[in-house]
């Protein structure tokens, strides 16, 4: 089985012409283009059912609340979880990561603790941390990297001792390194840790079973996985969610409200305070049904390829001239390629290639302190998904060599 | 209406208009335990009385809706001098009734169901309540309340 | 100049059949319905400019980053505030309250202090404070009701002494009192304390001027002002949300992030962190254009006209049997209406109505220490915005009476 | 690629391929300031030197895009031998052509904008960013970073 050959088709954005080029999108990393039924799952709820939800008694209302309930149980399902009160939504996988820190972190973390996070990490997954180190006094301690940019396991177990909680990317949206998890996992819970997972970058790309992550909590974001805007999720073990004290607190998230205090409602809307995102949550609902019928093997297959066919491309075309960061085997790393071409700037790289319709991120990719690892300051990154193929990654090598021209000092 | 006929069947209104075992038990030796639906602040308070691992006597206190009052009266009569075993029994298989979803059940939750025994009788006419989603915890209230305050027992 | 009369066409979701009926939507205090033009301007981003902001350099990026700061700026004069970036986008009004009490609160309170808010408040005015209260350990006090349900203006000065903050309702939920806002901010104010102001239920029904208001911060939220869901707005004075420390941590709010800590961005980024609501951002700028169009002056007068001959048409039809919660006087409230009928169960009433396609809410709004104040457990609840008329208070009125004959006692 | 020769002029990339004034001054006697375009994570570091009220020299160091570099190395042939009176005037004048929304400003700022005789000069050909507007910080960064330092002077 592979991917359909019309899929740009299902994503209206991908027909655009920008700057008198056909559009060629390389940033899902960023964030993802939306196929049709995504988006009209959506305008369907805001046509036809538009109502707030779990309160109504009346007939839309009712149609929302299920609606927003059986998307919850999809996504549940997408990721091999079987108890759909386990899955939180936040509004991104930011949410996600700070209601982790606050709440679990917050209760459980005090000087003398630890928390184990990468060199690799997002900022969603650093800053939380920090804010809350400052207020605690734990400590935040750093995995470091190989020169090919793995994680360097062999630290592992002794950077161990005395943590409470390893938070790690299942992949980097940098280096596109896919960490093994549930090794990761093995040995953090045999040292007593829990272990929390950044899946932003990977749950989009690769069949995702939290049994066999073997992680505690999980951590995505809707719009990386041609979902909208505005939605996010947390999943985590029931007991180990049950034990959390709430993080917003508002309407939705309690049983009762007395002068004196409150008491929480259950899972999973204890974590889900105010008017939910629902239109979002239902969009999203569709965005993994439809990678459901694609089938995530597929599309992972299909990433392998084009990641293998765009490495090789780019080092037998540019040689010496250019960097690719990352490691070399596309079955150790998903579709986002960060490359430094000669000495141009990836600003102005990225404005030459814009001219070309040809859409890359330039910057720091929210992972500052893997830049200072790696010596740069920010990155040129293409990034791949579902709907890209060998055409787009030849408009990208191709065009190359004009930014060298301009900006090559 | 026939929505409406489906949902509010004579024996939920008779419960609704009449309900059994209204009141409050002393306690001790009567034990105490409250609920509240979450989405319309409805409270109900249950004391019962545990003699020989059954349930002796239930009184409900409390305010709700149709559906929530009857559920309690019709759970009241249903649970009368039925040992403990056989009211978690009977809640398991009441809340099987009620879910739509059976992912939201657990695994023990569905073996039980069915392959317990025990009859629904009049309960059953709660079954129409499945179709209205919100109103599902109305039903279930007095009996999530009721298993609260028997777990309550055991620590 | 009144509204238009056609307006309902402008709303997709009005024009429904329900359980045989044409829709009857009378719950906009829970969520407003959505007209064409916000729906067609989030499908437009996602279709021509679907991209992440503030970061890439290529050409729909760039596109995707204007619409939504223009929307930002749309937004900030719809509420008469100059500069843009005091406007910060939230997922809903909880989460605006959270920000309040966890910044601002985290590091201004302490034992010793007090927090003053109202017996009129939804729970995303007190939660927040009771959570974090439970912490700081300052008191949390109640500015009582009069038996108008008014708010006890008489009492405000004596519970001001040691107040650091007032958090104050412009327009209760359930009773649809407007509080005067601005006589409170100005004796708080005399009194050393900031004010926050919960505008959920004012902003979208009447012309609202942060000069007038004299509020320190305010918060609403997107979906029940004719914007998507998965939107809220925090708007607060520059000085003090520059003093505030950030909330959120992760990408987007900051300037730094090195091992040993993070340096936060400015505002109104520094609140805002990892990818934004973008569409929901654009959709409700989409929605105040179409409320500034209508003129919210007018929406206010069409509202007080309604909300008049809905009060004199229960009262007239029902007498005794009928009690309204709330001022009797139009001028001092919307069109928000909590009523008793005989002794019907709101779920009850609202499940008959239902048949008939009616829409209202039952329970208790989220208010439930207003609820015990009033001594009900919950309220049945009709709502009214700019696209009912009175048809639909009509259609109300006539079914009370079914709803009585099946269940009154 | 009319678009890219706009943005691109060529004595911003005489300014890029040859910057002025670049190196780092000691501290003391020199002031020291630095800043982040959080966008892309470039980095400007400043060294200057204040004598009788005027910036007599000026260093810039730190990597960034052609814009930043050109900016920087413009800013400092313009700045030289100035007031820090005159070189916040500049600032500003040069903020008001970078800004697109004129509700980002203060009046104070474009009172003083239009005001302010001051000529731009050479940093006239960097007005074609404006088209570019995630490009402004990069044109901006040395600007905020050296009114960053004049300010810290006055505390
Ligand atoms: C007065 C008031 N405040 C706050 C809220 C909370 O709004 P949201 O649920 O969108 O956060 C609501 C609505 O539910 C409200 O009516
Ligand atoms: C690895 C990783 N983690 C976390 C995030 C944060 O996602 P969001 O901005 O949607 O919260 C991103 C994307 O920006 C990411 O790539």
Known sequence: MTLPSDLKDRFPLLSQIVNGHEIVYLDSAASSQKPDCVIDAMNNYYETINANVHRGAYEIAAQATEEMEQARRRIASFIGCQSPHEVVFTKNATESFNLIARSWGGSNLSEGDAVLITDMEHHANIVPWQILSAEKGFEIRWLPLTPDGLLDLDQLDQLLDGVKMVSVTAMSNVLGTLNPVSEIAERAHAAGALVAVDGSQYVPHLPTDIQELQADLLCFTGHKMCGPTGIGVLWGREELLDSMPPFLGGGEMILDVRRDGFTPNELPHKFEAGTPPIAEIIGLGAAVDFLDSLGMENVRQHEIALTDYALRSLNDRYGDEIVIHGPSDPLQRGGVISLEYRDVHPHDLSQVLDQRGICIRAGHHCAKPLMKELGVVATSRASMYLYNDESDVDALVDSLESAGEMFAL | MSGLEELYKEIILDHYRNPRHRGELDCPPAHKTEGFNPLCGDEVSLTFLIEEGSIKELRIAGQGCSISQASASMMAAAIQEKSIEEVRDLTREFKAMMSIHEETMTNADQESASAAALTLGDLE???????????????????????????????
């Open chain 2, 125 to 155: 006419a709660l079954k129409g309540v499945v179709k209205f989603p919100v109103r599902i915890k109305c039903a279930t209230l007095s009996w999530n309340t009721l298993l609260t305050g028997l777990d309550d027992l055991d620590t």
